[in-house]
């Protein structure tokens, strides 16, 4: 399987696109994993982009002049991705990318192939070896689609912790849940923290918000105090962690070495970070204001 140019790959048919961004070997089948469960529930397709990363004193044609070595690395990583996805009900389509821009290239991949959702693995989220560009605060507050972020090199799904607290970004946490369970199986649990989340009003929001996903049937956990201590000691019980963004710009935080809080980042479970972009109003999606 040799390496593609990066030009948008034809022939979606309509369908939506989970673009899952490779660079390491050892969290390829998690992540491949998580975007063949996502594709499959939305009736999708999976890109998968291995993403080489050029040093800035090497040019791009110097580097795609090494046929033969960037052949067999490509083929080898992409390969295991067809077969990982091939697990699930949905097609796959491979293609290789060569930049200096590291993650930069990612969200332009994503656009350039109207992807609808973003799976990466969390030590990829520095592609660059953690330089990083001047612009990408800017980029990263700016989403093109869906992104979804794994800590970890494994995907074990048996049981999942979904905090939620509302919003665009829990609902991406939800969908992302109902997906890893009909695609992978395992049982699921709404946790809500805040003042009363233990309470008949945190029971009650759980339940509502459940029902509205498709969760229904999910186990519904309440705490109290702080959300990041709350999670942590919770998540410690569960195979992954399901976290989605509280506010903009988590990618922004993420790509430069932050897992949105230390409570979080303690934690030996497995964590999968979710952001879904802001709405924009009518006139900020045709004049590119913010």
């Given at each position: 399987m040799a390496p593609t140019d990066d030009r948008p790959t034809p022939g979606s048919g309509g369908r939506p696109?989970?673009?899952?961004?490779?660079?390491n070997p050892r969290t390829e089948g998690a992540l491949v994993a998580l975007a063949g469960a996502l594709a499959a529930h939305r009736g999708g397709r999976v890109l998968a982009v291995h993403v080489v990363t050029v040093p800035d004193q090497t040019s791009l044609e110097e580097a795609a002049g090494n046929r033969e070595r960037l052949?067999?690395?490509?083929?080898?990583?992409?390969?295991?991705?067809?077969?990982?996805?091939?697990?699930f009900d949905a097609p796959v389509e491979t293609k290789t990318v060569?930049?200096?821009r590291g993650i930069e290239?990612?969200?332009?991949?994503?656009?350039?192939n109207d992807a609808d959702a973003v799976v990466m693995g969390y030590g990829g989220a520095r592609f660059a070896g953690g330089r990083v560009e001047g612009s990408l605060d800017e980029i990263a507050r700016d989403l093109p689609c869906d992104f979804l972020v794994l800590d970890g090199q494994r995907l074990d799904a048996s049981d999942?912790?979904?905090p939620t607290?509302?919003?665009?970004?829990s609902d991406l946490s939800a969908?992302?849940?109902?997906a890893l369970r009909a695609g992978v199986g395992g049982n699921v649990s709404r946790l809500r923290v805040g003042v009363g989340g233990g309470g008949a009003s945190g029971r009650e929001f759980l339940a509502e918000c459940a029902a509205g996903h498709g969760l229904g049937d999910a186990d519904?956990?309440?705490?109290?105090?702080?959300?990041g201590r709350a999670i942590e000691r919770v998540g410690e019980g569960y195979d992954l962690v399901v976290v989605g963004a509280t506010e903009r710009g988590l990618l922004s935080r993420v790509v430069r070495g932050s897992l949105a809080s230390a409570a979080i980042e303690r934690l030996d479970t497995p964590v999968l970070l979710a952001e879904r972009p802001a709405s924009r109003s009518l006139r900020e999606r045709l004049f590119g204001g913010r």
């Amino acid at each position: 399987m040799a390496p593609t140019d990066d030009r948008p790959t034809p022939g979606s048919g309509g369908r939506p696109t989970v673009m899952v961004a490779l660079s390491n070997p050892r969290t390829e089948g998690a992540l491949v994993a998580l975007a063949g469960a996502l594709a499959a529930h939305r009736g999708g397709r999976v890109l998968a982009v291995h993403v080489v990363t050029v040093p800035d004193q090497t040019s791009l044609e110097e580097a795609a002049g090494n046929r033969e070595r960037l052949d067999e690395s490509s083929a080898e990583l992409l390969s295991a991705a067809v077969a990982d996805a091939a697990a699930f009900d949905a097609p796959v389509e491979t293609k290789t990318v060569l930049s200096h821009r590291g993650i930069e290239e990612v969200f332009d991949a994503a656009r350039r192939n109207d992807a609808d959702a973003v799976v990466m693995g969390y030590g990829g989220a520095r592609f660059a070896g953690g330089r990083v560009e001047g612009s990408l605060d800017e980029i990263a507050r700016d989403l093109p689609c869906d992104f979804l972020v794994l800590d970890g090199q494994r995907l074990d799904a048996s049981d999942v912790l979904v905090p939620t607290a509302g919003g665009p970004s829990s609902d991406l946490s939800a969908e992302v849940a109902l997906a890893l369970r009909a695609g992978v199986g395992g049982n699921v649990s709404r946790l809500r923290v805040g003042v009363g989340g233990g309470g008949a009003s945190g029971r009650e929001f759980l339940a509502e918000c459940a029902a509205g996903h498709g969760l229904g049937d999910a186990d519904r956990r309440g705490e109290t105090g702080d959300v990041g201590r709350a999670i942590e000691r919770v998540g410690e019980g569960y195979d992954l962690v399901v976290v989605g963004a509280t506010e903009r710009g988590l990618l922004s935080r993420v790509v430069r070495g932050s897992l949105a809080s230390a409570a979080i980042e303690r934690l030996d479970t497995p964590v999968l970070l979710a952001e879904r972009p802001a709405s924009r109003s009518l006139r900020e999606r045709l004049f590119g204001g913010r």
